[in-house]
């Protein structure tokens, strides 16, 4: 079966699919007001479709999966849905990104279902804050799960925070992250602001460049690394006096786009082919029925045709993504 490749000779073997666009957090970047359900809006991928798309993508040399949202442990069928993909022959990585509102509750559940790895959204170690932020005080209760994971023998646990002026831009805040990833063996990256369909203003006034948050790494004198394949997009650094690892993931960078390896599938099906980019396809009327493979296959296969070298976000041209929870991030 012919591989997942575009006209820019790149191929993905990771795919990031979303589950849900419900979240329960009212982050200022993402969903400032809570989620709000349209009217007559169409359900999500139901635990068959979901089968059928990710029996697709497997024929396709995907090997990655991250699942997300929204926030996708909302779903009462998250690890159901986990088993599922973890039993599909060619998909050897099944990872998670999660708000961790409830991580203390189904840590013990996420090692049990053996997901290869957790992606936790922390913005701020000061409880304030993270509560400012996120509209919800949880941070206690997601570092708790955090150790709970620990003491289970779970280590791949990353952590990423959205860079915002004034926020968490400070060099206490880098420093506080430092001893925390040294203390916790644990990797975290900050994500520089992207604007969105939605968020001008919340843009112009938070966005801060991801150059800060290098420049104090290179003064404290951490080294960059290579990616490995099926990674993600940020560039990670080490330092010999730390057990952790930073990150930087900065859509913004000349570049950023050379490297691209994922494609996205939405909460109702649609294949997107960048973050950004304004070409989408319905998947969904090919996933009602395992027949149908066939002409899955050819139409996602078609569709990477259309795939552009780069987003346009540099421009200020945010495609047809009208917040990140509408894509899964």
């Given amino acids: 079966m012919e ?3 575009d006209n820019f000779g790149r191929s993905f073997p990771y795919i990031r699919l979303s589950i849900t666009d419900v979240c329960n957090f009212k982050c200022g970047y993402c969903l400032p007001n809570g989620y709000f359900k349209p009217s007559n809006a169409p359900g999500f991928l139901d635990i068959s479709e979901i089968n059928n798309l990710v029996d697709a993508l497997s024929d396709l040399g995907v090997s990655k999966i991250r699942i997300t949202g929204g926030e996708p442990t909302v779903r009462k069928d998250f690890f159901d849905i986990i088993k599922i993909i973890k039993n599909k022959k060619n998909i050897h990585n099944v990872v998670i990104t999660t708000n961790g509102y409830k991580l203390n509750k189904i ?17 701020s170690l000061n409880s304030q ?3 400012e932020v996120t509209g919800h005080d949880k941070l206690k209760q997601i570092l ?10 779970f280590t791949n646990i990353k952590i990423n925070a959205v860079l915002l002026k004034g926020v968490n831009d400070t060099e206490r805040d880098f420093d506080a992250w430092s001893d925390f990833i040294n203390k916790k063996k644990i990797d975290f990256r900050y994500i520089e602001l992207m604007q969105t369909g939605d968020n001008l203003n919340y843009f112009n006034k938070y966005h801060v460049p991801s150059k800060i948050f290098k420049d104090y790494l290179i003064k404290n004198k951490w080294n960059s690394i290579d990616r490995v394949s099926d990674a993600g997009p940020s560039i990670n650094y080490v330092n010999p006096s730390s057990k952790g690892k930073f990150g930087i993931i900065a859509p913004y960078s000349k570049d950023f786009c050379k490297s691209c390896n994922r494609l996205r599938v939405t909460a109702k099906g649609e294949l997107r082919l960048c973050l950004f980019g304004n070409t989408g396809v ?25 795939k552009k070298e780069s987003h346009y976000l540099e421009l200020g041209d945010t495609g047809a993504t009208p917040h990140l929870a509408s894509i899964g991030g």
Wanted: proline share 2%; no cysteine; charged share 30%.
């Fill in 3 to 5: 591989k997942l490749r």
């Fill in 144 to 153: 708790e799960g955090i150790d709970i994971l620990q003491s289970k023998g």
């Fill in 129 to 131: 804050t993270f509560k």
């Fill in 107 to 123: 840590a013990e559940q996420i090692v049990d279902t053996k997901i290869n790895g957790i992606n936790i959204s922390i913005d």
């Fill in 282 to 306: 319905s998947l969904r009327p090919l996933l009602k029925d395992a027949s149908q493979k066939k002409e899955l296959l050819n139409l996602i296969l078609t569709q990477l045709r259309f």
